[in-house]
């Protein structure tokens, strides 16, 4: 999306911090707790801040205020014309918040999650102060933004829903990296555990609360009560609930399911390119069927893999209109068992739902078309601030 910038004359500063896997290109000594360096032509300020989803909520809080005081510092001393922050979490907004109030910058602010209406509906966070607070910093986020994107339909409902005019809102959804993931010079490679001849279906991403991975257990019982050995249910990734869930399908006995350990996205695109379908799981949460944007449904699709989608909304929606995966409802361990069975005995059928897969990837969802629009939206702030 900087590029996207890049492209049309523009300089960029990206602030961040550090995440297990995620590479900023930098590679000098910190100094007083961030670096910085040109990156593909992007300037790059990162903090010595490193996250991880398996830390507790107290010590992601006190990285996020970190993050946030230090984005603050930042935008109050450098020069630009146009302050963007994105979600989550939704202390990224402070340092837009400042900017907009106090040097008077257009600010654009991303909302990838509606918060705190994920956590409360989660039962993550129950505190009324704290929620109060979220609501507050939600609020004033919105209100300070001289534009907004959000990344799913429900998310720009939500957003209008606080008192903000649909003329300042836009949908900008994640995209997909075809580049990346439907690149002719990725190199299948499958775990340990998972034969050429089975049928693999991968789940690519955080292992929490928000995942709802039993979901994915129940549904690997399932099929080893019917026989189905031959369905490999493959998890990739890292989280809180990880150990909890390798613990419960060791002591289920679940020999058709595989953990495995996070890997960067080039190897994740050779993963897919072996891999049969994807399943995009979540929590049966209501907040979520239309309030997300999930990152790693993109990414299925840019691979030309076929989705199985557990949950209600705009995602088991793009997955029915455009015949590209199954749709099942929540908590059904049967059925998501019969959609697995289907597809990995329906191989023609499935090679179908793939193309048009990979076909609403390239139409809807590439990301070197929806920067362009990202990046005139942002670029316009400047003029309607």
């Given at each position: 999306?900087?590029?996207?910038?890049?492209?049309?004359?523009?300089?960029?500063?990206?602030?961040?911090?550090?995440?297990?896997?995620?590479?900023?290109?930098?590679?000098?000594?910190?100094?007083?707790?961030?670096?910085?360096?040109?990156?593909?032509?992007?300037?790059?300020?990162?903090?010595?801040?490193?996250?991880?989803?398996?830390?507790?909520?107290?010590?992601?809080?006190?990285?996020?205020?970190?993050?946030?005081?230090?984005?603050?510092?930042?935008?109050?001393?450098?020069?630009?014309?146009?302050?963007?922050?994105?979600?989550?979490?939704?202390?990224?907004?402070?340092?837009?918040?400042?900017?907009?109030?106090?040097?008077?910058?257009?600010?654009?602010?991303?909302?990838?999650?509606?918060?705190?209406?994920?956590?409360?509906?989660?039962?993550?966070?129950?505190?009324?102060?704290?929620?109060?607070?979220?609501?507050?910093?939600?609020?004033?986020?919105?209100?300070?933004?001289?534009?907004?994107?959000?990344?799913?339909?429900?998310?720009?409902?939500?957003?209008?829903?606080?008192?903000?005019?649909?003329?300042?809102?836009?949908?900008?959804?994640?995209?997909?990296?075809?580049?990346?993931?439907?690149?002719?010079?990725?190199?299948?490679?499958?775990?340990?555990?998972?034969?050429?001849?089975?049928?693999?279906?991968?789940?690519?991403?955080?292992?929490?609360?928000?995942?709802?991975l039993d979901a994915v257990l129940d549904a690997a019982a399932e099929l080893q009560r019917r026989g189905r050995g031959d369905v490999r249910l493959v998890l990739v990734g890292d989280g809180?609930?990880?150990?909890?869930?390798?613990?419960?399908?060791?002591?289920?006995?679940?020999?058709?399911?595989?953990?495995?350990?996070?890997?960067?996205?080039?190897?994740?695109?050779?993963?897919?390119?072996?891999?049969?379908?994807?399943?995009?799981?979540?929590?049966?949460?209501?907040?979520?069927?239309?309030?997300?944007?999930?990152?790693?449904?993109?990414?299925?699709?840019?691979?030309?893999?076929?989705?199985?989608?557990?949950?209600?909304?705009?995602?088991?929606?793009?997955?029915?209109?455009?015949?590209?995966?199954?749709?099942?409802?929540?908590?059904?361990?049967?059925?998501?068992?019969?959609?697995?069975?289907?597809?990995?005995?329906?191989?023609e059928a499935l090679t179908m739902k793939a193309r048009n897969a990979a076909a609403l990837a390239r139409s809807d969802f590439d990301r070197s078309k929806l920067s362009r629009s990202w990046?005139?939206?942002?670029?316009?702030?400047?003029?309607?601030?």
């Open positions: 999306m900087a590029k996207a910038l890049l492209a049309e004359g523009h300089t960029v500063t990206m602030v961040c911090g550090s995440y297990q896997l995620g590479q900023t290109g930098l590679d000098t000594e910190f100094h007083k707790g961030r670096r910085e360096g040109i990156v593909d032509g992007i300037r790059v300020i990162e903090f010595d801040l490193s996250y991880s989803n398996n830390a507790d909520l107290l010590t992601r809080t006190k990285l996020f205020l970190k993050f946030a005081f230090g984005g603050v510092g930042i935008a109050m001393s450098r020069k630009y014309d146009v302050v963007f922050a994105t979600t989550t979490p939704l202390t990224a907004g402070l340092p837009g918040i400042a900017a907009r109030w106090l040097r008077r910058k257009p600010f654009v602010f991303e909302v990838r999650d509606l918060w705190p209406e994920l956590p409360r509906a989660m039962g993550v966070i129950t505190n009324p102060i704290v929620l109060g607070a979220m609501s507050l910093v939600e609020w004033a986020s919105y209100k300070s933004a001289t534009r907004l994107v959000g990344l799913s339909p429900g998310i720009c409902r939500g957003i209008a829903e606080r008192g903000i005019p649909d003329d300042r809102i836009k949908m900008i959804p994640n995209g997909c990296d075809i580049g990346i993931f439907a690149s002719g010079n990725r190199e299948p490679w499958r775990p340990d555990g998972v034969d050429p001849s089975d049928f693999m279906a991968i789940f690519t991403g955080t292992h929490g609360q928000a995942n709802g809180k609930l990880k150990p909890v869930l390798q613990k419960r399908a060791q002591d289920d006995g679940l020999e058709n399911v595989i953990f495995h350990d996070p890997v960067d996205k080039s190897r994740l695109a050779g993963l897919m390119a072996s891999a049969d379908l994807g399943m995009q799981i979540l929590a049966n949460v209501p907040a979520f069927y239309y309030g997300t944007s999930p990152n790693k449904f993109f990414d299925y699709i840019a691979a030309g893999l076929p989705v199985l989608n557990n949950y209600p909304g705009w995602v088991a929606n793009l997955v029915m209109e455009n015949e590209c995966g199954y749709a099942v409802d929540p908590e059904n361990s049967s059925a998501f068992a019969d959609a697995l069975i289907e597809a990995a005995d329906n191989r990046a005139d939206w942002i670029v316009g702030a400047k003029s309607s601030a």
